[in-house]
């Protein structure tokens, strides 16, 4: 499996879901702006495409001269039906270019946050029977947009109380993921110490939010790493699939 990450900035790469697909064999190829690896013009030779957060929103051209090429990437994907892992602004791209809508989000998620899957999970093939196995669901959340309108045909799949889309699934193969599953606590950190008046306008300090992720680590990783894997194995099989058909 040849599987090209889009990186948008280097504090926000591919972290625990990487390490999880590269221990099943997968080669991943990391592209992006502060990677140094420009995006390909099209996805040949790949077999998956994931996109990562950052802070840009999804149609932030002005200042990310990239997304223009990450949204034909994810449009690529959606035509040949290719998997496809979305998460957070990843996410948000997977909205706009099915034809959804991303805005402001009325209540900002930021720190260790919980949600729940929707009915519309038991027959997910990457979520499916999580919340029974795994209990209450949490991930940490680093959001100021979101899709605040889901594409035509789509699937919701989880949501929290301050965001109704926090999965969604487009087509067989292509799901949105508004939350960090990749996220531990280091990347918290990383992202919480240069924003402390942010965060005390959300009444929220770094400490705080980095020593919940640390203190439910092992929870987070058995989880998050276990979705890496079934996501992995799903393409495998779409791969599998399509070269016998």
Not at 25 to 48: F, S, T
């Amino acid at each position: 499996m040849r599987v090209l990450v889009v990186e948008h900035e280097a504090d926000t790469g591919i972290q625990r879901v990487g390490r999880a697909l590269t221990a099943e064999g997968a080669d991943l190829d990391i592209v992006g702006p502060e990677v140094g690896a420009p995006l390909p013009a099209d996805l040949q030779g790949y077999d998956a495409l994931v996109v990562l957060g950052g802070s840009p929103g999804p149609e932030d051209d002005d200042i990310a001269p990239w997304m223009p090429q990450t949204r034909e990437l994810v449009r690529q994907a959606l035509e040949a039906e290719m998997p496809y892992l979305g998460i957070c602004l990843g996410a948000q791209v997977l909205g706009v270019v099915a034809g959804g809508a991303v805005g402001d989000a009325v209540q900002p998620e930021v720190g260790l946050c919980e949600f729940e899957l929707t009915p519309a999970a038991a027959d997910d093939p990457l979520l499916s029977g999580l919340q029974e196995d795994a209990g209450p669901l949490r991930a940490l959340q680093w959001h100021f947009l979101e899709v605040t309108q889901l594409p035509k045909g789509s699937v919701s799949l989880a949501r929290s109380g301050a965001c109704a889309n926090q999965a969604f699934r487009v087509g067989r193969n292509a799901w949105g993921l508004q939350f960090h599953l990749e996220a531990d606590a280091e990347i918290a950190r990383g992202w919480a110490e240069p924003e402390s008046t942010k965060l005390a306008g959300l009444g929220l300090t770094a400490d705080e939010i980095v020593d919940g992720m640390a203190a439910d680590e092992e929870w987070l990783e058995s989880t998050w790493s276990g979705v890496a894997r079934r996501w992995l194995a799903i393409a495998r099989a779409s791969v599998t699939s399509v070269a016998q058909s």
